[in-house]
């Protein structure tokens, strides 16, 4: 859906880097909108604060005034990525998680797609998963208690029939989107039969719905049980065009894609709701490499341009993910994740002098 | 653990074929078995009924008998697959899930090494999951309720100090015996505090136990969140070595695996209690091959040497598992999944006559 209904005068994105690479890919995202022009509103850049090192500096890993001038202020925004602690932080909890929710953002889009036989990558992978982004064991509802052999820890998964359905939604929008048209539902009822038994039959009902209205009967549906899923993605990933998941499931499944493509440094993702959109990286914080200017920012600059698409700048959008492909295929200036020996920045101008 | 401390006169081995391929698979796995002539106990197989076929016409998808059987008169036993439903059939639930449960049988042990490269298979794949068996979201304590927007599902996970230490020590077990002795914990921490987070201290504190003594100060320990663990199988398959895991990660990351090896048909398991071990292809019931003759046996004939192996026959483990290797690197007689034109019975026959 486009968000772009009254014409902008200018676009206010927020900023979140959050902690580790996040610092290094979102300037980079940051050169690809401005590189734009005068295409698109002219953007205003809003840092935020947010992260596990704020949280370690301030006691808060999203500050209040956070989510209040991304609710108020923003028309998007952008987020990089979060590190995790390595043991137990008491109070601490995930800033990305947090947002997802209290921004309603219920759609994760990850759209994963092979450029070209990159580094390890498979050529043939052409896939977009549909994560919903606001329950399942997401809502962190845990308890313990010390019971009669020890503790014991217990998490509620929660499946609704209102997410389920508005993701249902989305992933068949998609998929009317893309040549292929077919949606498979992952879930797991042959265990889970009461949660994902809900999810798959609220998913498969959504074409049937009188709202809809017939829109979707071209599309073809199937379903896969999520481990038989995770197989089939590394054995015949071009079976799969829009994977539509609760979740966690989700969660596994759009790291799995990103192997078959090479790197998860070259996989964007959006956090959507009705009213606001959030471009993510799917890769992590990577303390292993930050600092180093070697982050791969293609998944960053991917990533504003998906956030732009789903705002209307469809055009602005295509043009960051041709710049994106061209660097790709040409195979010249690539970071290591991608066997290549190009810095971060040097990659950026190789994108941003094609844009 | 060895259970043949007392020497056996026979070995009682329940047989539950279950549904689809597993009726093709587990004759094979018995074949194999009874071509180790006289250096095991004289094996006697019991045929028990379980499967979703079997509640489709009785309404029970595991009989008390079964267990009982199981449970008074068997010593191991071998399951083949069960099919699931394709929509919520009432009163069904897993006879799998319900037999690990009420045997007890609380570690799934599932090792996957590359022979060669078969089929799309990568080289340097040599690892076990070692898969918590009875609880995680599998003790199936669903609810569901109408609310304000519609149903609402829930489920509850279950992660207990007790089960995470135990399978703990067991993957500590399992990596002694390995030349890497490294152990991989994965969890989802950052998002599960509580329940993954218990998981995680329980198995990392298991080496420092007073009863432990030290036995396991040689082993490396390393951990990955679980959407980490996908990925990097994908990409750096030869850094895992034992893997540990609550039992749904640990289902996802064992079809995982498989896949890079070419075939979730070379795959086998046991499912371990303290008293009673089941072995158990990793692959499902495969109903569109099934009746054909093309199911992959040799899944159910290393599940029956891991069984043997626990039990304390080594050497007949050995010699079925050496058969199954040579048979797959040879290459001649394979069944299509691995790229060759053999039936079944074909590859039965070439795995038997080299035991
Ligand atoms: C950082 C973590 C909480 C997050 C998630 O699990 O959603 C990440 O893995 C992702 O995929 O965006
Ligand atoms: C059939 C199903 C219940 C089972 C599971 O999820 O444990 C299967 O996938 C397995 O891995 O043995």
């Known amino acids: 859906r486009s968000m772009a209904t009254a014409a902008r005068q200018s676009l206010k994105i ?17 050169a690809a909108i401005i590189a734009l022009g005068s295409s698109i509103p002219k ?5 935020l604060a947010a992260g596990f090192e704020l949280f370690t500096k301030t006691g808060t890993a999203l500050p209040d005034e956070t989510v209040s001038i991304l609710q108020n202020e923003c028309d998007c925004a952008l987020f990089g990525a979060v590190s995790s602690p390595s043991r137990k932080v ?3 909890s995930s800033p990305i998680v947090a947002l997802r929710k209290k921004m ?15 580094a390890g990558g498979k050529p043939d992978v052409d896939l977009v998963v549909i994560r919903e982004n606001t329950e399942c064991l997401y809502i962190k509802q845990e ?14 998964r929660l499946i609704t ?36 038994g809900l999810f798959r039959e609220t998913v498969r009902a959504v074409p049937a719905l009188p709202e809809v209205n017939g829109r979707y009967d071209q599309i073809t549906i199937a379903e896969q049980l999520v481990d038989s899923a995770v197989y089939r993605l590394f054995r015949e990933p071009h079976i799969f065009d829009v994977m539509v998941a609760p979740n966690l499931y989700g969660d596994i499944l759009s790291d799995a894609a990103a192997a078959l493509v090479g790197s998860l440094g070259l996989v964007p993702s959006i956090n959507a709701g009705d009213s606001f959109v ?47 492909d061209e660097v790709i295929r040409e195979g010249n200036v690539l970071t290591p994740d991608l066997g290549g020996k190009s810095k971060t920045s040097e990659v950026v101008n190789e994108v941003v002098k094609r844009i």
């Not at 308890?143 to 509620?156: I, M, S």
């Not at 303390?287 to 209307?312: F, K, T, V, Y």
């Open 143 to 156: 308890t313990l208690q010390q019971g009669e052999f020890g503790k014991e820890a217990r998490a509620t």
């Open 161 to 196: 029939e209102r997410a389920s359905r508005r993701i249902g939604d989305m992933a068949f929008k998609t998929a009317l989107s893309r040549p292929r048209k077919h949606v498979t539902i992952i879930h797991k009822s042959n265990v889970l039969s009461v949660t994902d």
């Open 14 to 30: 927020g900023m979140l880097p959050a902690d580790g690479i996040g610092r290094e890919v979102l300037p980079a995202a940051r």
């Open 278 to 324: 959030m471009g993510e990286p799917v890769h992590g914080s990577a303390p292993d490499i930050a600092g180093q200017d070697i982050a791969n920012p293609l998944a960053a600059m991917r990533s504003a341009a998906l956030m732009l698409r789903h705002l209307g700048y469809g055009e602005g959008a295509d043009r960051i993910e041709k710049a994106v």
């Open 43 to 47: 953007p205003e850049f809003i840092d």
């Open 90 to 92: 008491v109070g601490y």
């Open 104 to 118: 309603d953002l219920y759609a994760n889009i990850r759209p994963v797609a092979s450029v070209a036989a990159t």
